[in-house]
């Protein structure tokens, strides 16, 4: 039975989540605080990490979570831009749900989380831009996203271009990756874009 570690200072909405994650059979531990977070995060196969604790941030502290142990992270947050978004899978998160959500979500998100997880060791390592790709597919899932708006993303900073030609190259090699890996899919309209389905929605 996985053990899932709920980072949240609302007490009601923790309380609800909790109920929630028991009754579909996981064990849960609670945190509300980033303190008693990071002495419970050894314990966990999975966090759900609000992004306002009130002793620090959830963005900082799924960076020191990542750094030292390879536990998928989901943010649960009142931060809906889409900057907050990017920083989140930036700082390392698995997936991110802004608030209000349904619960019946969160527990649909939670399994394809551990799904993923559960076959990464069968995933062949992505390359920079690869991983890019991923991370801004899956934190758009559901909606198309246009070539154009892909490669905007892609640039790097650095300066290093990402063209047309490369991103076909990228895609292709990144559905390759991944379509026995149980993760999703990368989902093509032509004349329209991309975009991302997970397995449990497919």
């Avoid at 991944?178 to 389905?197: A, F, H, M, P, S």
């Amino acid at each position: 039975m996985d053990t899932i570690l709920v980072v949240e200072d609302d007490v009601s909405l923790c309380s609800s989540i909790v109920l929630s994650l028991e009754s579909a059979g996981y064990n849960v531990l609670v945190a509300h605080s980033a303190a008693d977070a990071e002495e419970l995060f050894g314990k966990a196969r999975l966090v759900l990490l609000d992004v306002s604790l009130p002793d620090g941030n959830g963005f900082e502290l799924c960076k020191r979570l990542r750094k030292d142990m390879p536990i998928p992270v989901i943010f649960i947050t009142s931060y809906d831009e889409e900057a907050d978004m990017i920083r989140g899978f930036d700082s390392g998160c698995d997936d991110y749900i802004t608030k209000p959500f349904r619960l019946s979500i969160l527990l649909s998100r939670i399994k394809a989380v551990l799904r993923r997880c559960g076959s990464a060791a069968a995933l062949p390592e992505l390359t920079a831009v690869e991983q890019k790709l991923l991370d801004y597919l899956v934190m758009n899932r559901g909606q198309f996203l246009t070539r154009q708006q892909i490669l905007s993303y892609l640039w790097d900073s650095q300066g290093e271009f990402v063209n047309d030609n490369t991103l076909s190259v990228n895609i292709s090699r990144l559905r390759d990756k991944l379509q026995d890996c149980g993760y999703g899919e990368i989902i093509t309209k032509r004349g329209v874009g991309y975009k991302w389905t997970d397995s449990t929605n497919s």
